[in-house]
């Protein structure tokens, strides 16, 4: 009995440290770019040993972005429709902003995973997320509708929040290389919370 909880203790480690080397490679060089010897060599495994876990490289992609989408749709579940309608909305922004600058490997996965066409979460696009985020427009639109925020488009409002948080980790060298030492997160917060009440503020 010991044996085989220590078996499953170190199939654990084993499997943990394959999904971070992964993050790590595909993060980097992008699903077709990533090989499944890069992943082993990055997670200090032999080939045939990777594949007793996860049999491809497209079963250890699904895996890292099926938990990632889980983690990216948590802040706006937590868009909360009794709160303050405008403080809401910057909490969200300042935790989509937080994931960028805490989770950036994750954010350049399903980056890269969306300009590939989204292959392997297409699905999961079109169902859980998009119910989501029309779940959460319908709680903007009758923000707008009782005069709380200011008329915008709600779905653009969207897309435009997670177009400037994410920018932030998908384009880190770009960034980076303009602002030299500065760390760009020091100033980003409270620019997005100026520019969003200035739009919002009815």
Do not use: C
């Not at 290389?177 to 919370?193: K, R, S």
């Amino acid at each position: 009995m010991p044996k085989d909880r220590a078996a499953t203790r170190i199939q654990q480690k084993n499997r943990a440290a394959i999904l971070e080397a992964a993050l790590n490679v595909f993060s980097a060089h992008g699903f077709r770019g990533a090989t499944v010897d890069q992943i082993a060599t990055e997670a200090g495994l032999s080939k045939p040993n990777l594949l007793y876990y996860f049999p491809s490289k497209e079963a250890i992609h699904t895996a890292l972005l099926s938990g990632l989408l889980e983690v990216w749709l948590a802040p706006l579940h937590a868009l909360d429709e009794n709160g303050d309608p405008l403080e809401e909305i910057l909490s969200y922004i300042q935790r989509k902003l937080e994931m960028s600058r805490d989770l950036p490997r994750e954010s350049r996965l399903f980056a890269n995973e969306l300009v590939q066409g989204a292959p392997r979460i297409h699905e999961a696009l079109s169902s859980d997320l998009k119910k989501l985020v029309d779940d959460k427009t319908a709680i903007l639109t009758r923000w707008m509708e009782h005069g709380k925020i200011a008329r915008v488009h709600p779905y653009h409002l969207i897309f435009s929040i997670w177009a400037l948080t994410q920018h932030y980790a998908d384009f880190d060298v770009q960034v980076r290389a303009i602002l030299g030492d500065e760390d760009p997160f020091e100033g980003a917060g409270q620019f997005v919370e100026t520019l969003y009440r200035k739009l919002l503020t009815p």
